[in-house]
């Protein structure tokens, strides 16, 4: 049986600290919400053109969700989409300092900003912007928009690649929802759709095809 390698954003430090392609407790450091700043290339999927305006999130989770506004029902007008701060939460363009983050200061300051950031594109949160998800829609192409993102981090987090590189077995992201959640999981079942984006990316660092 394969070893199994849980991980998400509150995954505890412990008091024999584990360490991953030379990177100590590095289980929180998988998670989207460990903040590295990241300008996604421009991508196009289902008729929409994602990151043309070359901005910097703090984040893939940032980067994600600010996406995740341009597959609603409203038709904005191409100013409207540019408008940034007029029309989206300006949470999703936040700064956060990534140089010399602990595993304490990530704790207790910068993961409560995080899931500030995931609750930005909640339902309850667009319909107070005047917006609603097109469910559908955004179903068929969340998956390809985080793997862009998630090429996107690991192109510029040399620890992140690292801990991928050195990983073996299922990579599981453990959370709340359990047998119920899609991007995680837990022992009993889960979809683990992150876990597996990452085992994907895993293999394409751990085997470059040479141009």
């Not at 430090?13 to 929180?28: D, F, L």
């Not at 703090?58 to 996406?67: G, K």
């Not at 007008?77 to 602990?102: A, Q, V």
Request: net charge neutral.
């Amino acid at each position: 049986m394969s070893t199994i390698h849980k991980f998400f954003s509150k995954s505890a430090i412990g008091t024999k600290p584990e360490t991953m392609g030379g990177i100590t407790n590095w289980r929180k450091r998988l998670s989207n919400f460990w903040p590295i700043q990241i300008c996604p290339n421009i991508f196009n999927i289902d008729g929409v053109q994602l990151f043309s305006e070359h901005h910097t999130f703090a984040s893939v989770e940032h980067a994600f969700h600010w996406a995740k506004y341009h597959f609603t029902t409203c038709q904005l007008s191409t100013e409207e989409l540019l408008d940034m701060f007029s029309h989206y939460p300006s949470i999703l363009l936040e700064d956060i300092p990534t140089t010399g983050l602990d595993d304490t200061t990530f704790k207790t300051q910068i993961r409560p900003r995080m899931v500030k950031c995931k609750s930005s594109s909640s339902k309850g949160t667009m319909k107070k912007l005047g917006y609603e998800l097109d469910v559908g829609r955004w179903n068929s192409v969340r998956e390809q928009i985080m793997m862009h993102l998630l090429r996107t981090r690991a192109n510029v987090d040399q620890d992140f690649r690292s801990i991928l590189i050195a990983s073996d077995g299922e990579l599981l992201h453990s959370d709340r929802a359990g047998v119920k959640s899609f991007w995680g999981g837990s022992d009993k079942g889960g979809q683990n759709t992150l876990g597996k984006l990452l085992m994907q990316l895993r293999e394409e660092l751990q085997n470059p095809i040479e141009l």
